[in-house]
């Protein structure tokens, strides 16, 4: 976060971040169309890269009696299907936490790859080769939408397009006679309201990292004109915040499913 703040801030020629991230490279695709590659993608595609070839290694020789490196991964990743597992169920854990953990890890260490000291100074073609990944709008963006996406694909896949309307729309509470039809239209304004709710998510979830995180690096490209010791207390926060933020998505995406989904999960697992 700091390096991509210094970076912008020697682009630009003013101490103000820049919320855009540069385009370092164009892929073409077909012609007239071509793919954009900025710092941030770049940065992402490299955090991507890191936590493969980290996880790889220390996974590719798996003994009964772990290393230290395989044992701290095991620890890791035992902690985090406790932690989703206490938010969702055994049976959504189970079966999604591959998603849980990934997402976690991604953003975790895209946002402490950010913190690197020097690596915003690196420059290509007079535009700095590194930002931070989620100091840029675009890639919490993808990150909503894409959660958004898996989440209805997960839906559909246990509850099935007419439950999820009966569950959203339909009388809740077991009521049951005149009082279930006569609150019909309050059930349905309420469901409305959550129809809505699920379309705001993707932009809540990314506004939220991208203010955080491009927060966190403002304040660190503004502290860093006062030198390292000023700029040392706000570089201990943002690792707190870096985690803190990793692990806010992570719950928010759990609870989103575990609320839609409710109680087939433990249905599910009785059959």
Request: glycine letters at 10%.
């Given at each position: 976060m700091m390096v991509g703040g210094i970076a912008a801030a020697s682009e630009h020629g003013h101490g103000t971040l820049s919320?855009?991230?540069?385009?370092?490279?164009?892929?073409?695709?077909?012609?007239?169309f071509s793919l954009p590659i900025s710092n941030s993608l770049f940065m992402f595609a490299l955090a991507v890269i890191v936590l493969t070839v980290f996880l790889r290694i220390a996974t590719r020789k798996m003994e009964r009696i772990p290393g230290k490196l395989q044992n701290f991964v095991e620890w890791v990743f035992e902690l985090l299907y406790n932690f989703v597992e206490s938010l969702t169920g055994k049976y959504l854990a189970r079966r999604y936490f591959w998603y849980f953990a990934s997402v976690f890890l991604l953003i975790l260490v895209s946002n402490y790859m950010g913190l690197i000291?020097?690596?915003g100074e690196i420059t290509y073609d007079s535009k700095p080769l590194f930002r931070g990944a989620n100091a840029d709008l675009n890639t919490t963006i993808f990150l909503g939408f894409f959660y958004s996406i898996l989440w209805f694909i997960w839906v559909m896949r246990e509850q099935g397009p007419w439950h999820f309307i009966?569950?959203?729309f339909g009388p809740k509470g077991g009521l049951t006679g005149f009082l279930k039809y006569a609150l019909l239209p309050i059930f349905f304004f309420v469901g409305l309201i959550e129809i809505i709710s699920i379309c705001v998510r993707p932009v809540a979830l990314a506004a939220r990292l991208f203010g955080n995180i491009y927060a966190g690096e403002a304040i660190l490209e503004q502290m860093g004109a006062h030198g390292w010791l000023a700029m040392f207390p706000f570089m201990a926060l943002e690792i707190i915040v870096g985690f803190v933020q990793a692990l806010v998505?992570?719950?928010l995406t759990a609870i989103f499913l575990k609320t839609q989904v409710g109680g087939e999960e433990e249905e599910a697992e009785a059959h």
């Amino acid at each position: 976060m700091m390096v991509g703040g210094i970076a912008a801030a020697s682009e630009h020629g003013h101490g103000t971040l820049s919320a855009d991230a540069p385009i370092l490279w164009e892929i073409p695709l077909w012609p007239g169309f071509s793919l954009p590659i900025s710092n941030s993608l770049f940065m992402f595609a490299l955090a991507v890269i890191v936590l493969t070839v980290f996880l790889r290694i220390a996974t590719r020789k798996m003994e009964r009696i772990p290393g230290k490196l395989q044992n701290f991964v095991e620890w890791v990743f035992e902690l985090l299907y406790n932690f989703v597992e206490s938010l969702t169920g055994k049976y959504l854990a189970r079966r999604y936490f591959w998603y849980f953990a990934s997402v976690f890890l991604l953003i975790l260490v895209s946002n402490y790859m950010g913190l690197i000291p020097g690596v915003g100074e690196i420059t290509y073609d007079s535009k700095p080769l590194f930002r931070g990944a989620n100091a840029d709008l675009n890639t919490t963006i993808f990150l909503g939408f894409f959660y958004s996406i898996l989440w209805f694909i997960w839906v559909m896949r246990e509850q099935g397009p007419w439950h999820f309307i009966t569950h959203t729309f339909g009388p809740k509470g077991g009521l049951t006679g005149f009082l279930k039809y006569a609150l019909l239209p309050i059930f349905f304004f309420v469901g409305l309201i959550e129809i809505i709710s699920i379309c705001v998510r993707p932009v809540a979830l990314a506004a939220r990292l991208f203010g955080n995180i491009y927060a966190g690096e403002a304040i660190l490209e503004q502290m860093g004109a006062h030198g390292w010791l000023a700029m040392f207390p706000f570089m201990a926060l943002e690792i707190i915040v870096g985690f803190v933020q990793a692990l806010v998505f992570l719950m928010l995406t759990a609870i989103f499913l575990k609320t839609q989904v409710g109680g087939e999960e433990e249905e599910a697992e009785a059959h």
